[in-house]
């Protein structure tokens, strides 16, 4: 056992030395691993966002027979990055007049909402057009978020039909943060949703 006996399954009134400092507890949840919970209170309550730790290991902390050649340990947390839940070209069931290009992204920290809004565009272009590399014109959208704020939900107003097959490009911009602070989101994305055009319905499948 790493641990020692008197403390298996308890809190430590003084746990291994964090640094940055997290405030949060220590305990020995089984003889062999011993678990820091941050509070997850605003500051200083949870883990930053792409910040290098230490933990230094104390002998107290340890079973007298625990012998550890080096007793500092270093990590690095994660950058803020998403992935995309959905994307879609949606025509509402009851009334096929409402056409909207829908987004929605899951972060893996809470982010920033009002900054974030700032770093999103949605442009509309034709298939032709993009081919030709000439530039879309931006359309209006609507951004909500889900109460832990690391889901974004990304819908433009509603779409006229095109007379030609069109693209949505629904751009990601960089450097957008969490509300945890830390280095901000370091690249620029690009989503796009097929829209059909009205010419599309006359086509002639071979």
């Not at 403390?7 to 003084?14: D, R």
């Not at 305990?27 to 230490?54: H, I, N």
């Amino acid at each position: 056992s790493a641990a020692r006996t008197e403390l298996l399954g308890k809190s430590l009134a003084e746990g291994p030395d964090l640094s940055p400092a997290v405030n949060g507890s220590w305990k020995w949840e089984s003889d062999k691993e011993l678990v820091f919970t941050p509070t997850g209170e605003a500051k200083k309550g949870d883990w930053a966002v792409g910040e290098t730790y230490k933990i230094k290991l104390s002998k107290k902390n340890l079973a007298d027979h625990i012998l550890i050649e080096n007793r500092t340990i270093e990590f690095t947390t994660f950058k803020i990055d998403f992935n995309i839940s959905k994307e879609e070209f949606y025509i509402d069931p009851r009334n096929s007049k409402i056409k909207k290009a829908v987004v929605n992204l899951r972060f893996n920290y809470p982010i920033d909402t009002e900054e974030f809004k700032k770093h999103i565009q949605f442009n509309l272009i034709s298939t032709a057009n993009k081919n030709l590399g000439l530039k879309g014109t931006k359309q209006p959208f609507n951004v909500s978020f889900n109460s832990f704020l690391n889901e974004a939900y990304l819908v433009s107003e509603n779409i006229p039909v095109p007379n030609d097959e069109s693209v949505m490009i629904v751009s990601i911009e960089k450097d957008f943060h969490s509300t945890r602070g830390g280095p901000g989101y370091d690249k620029t994305k690009s989503i796009e949703i097929n829209i059909p055009g009205k010419t599309d319905a006359f086509k002639i499948k071979k």
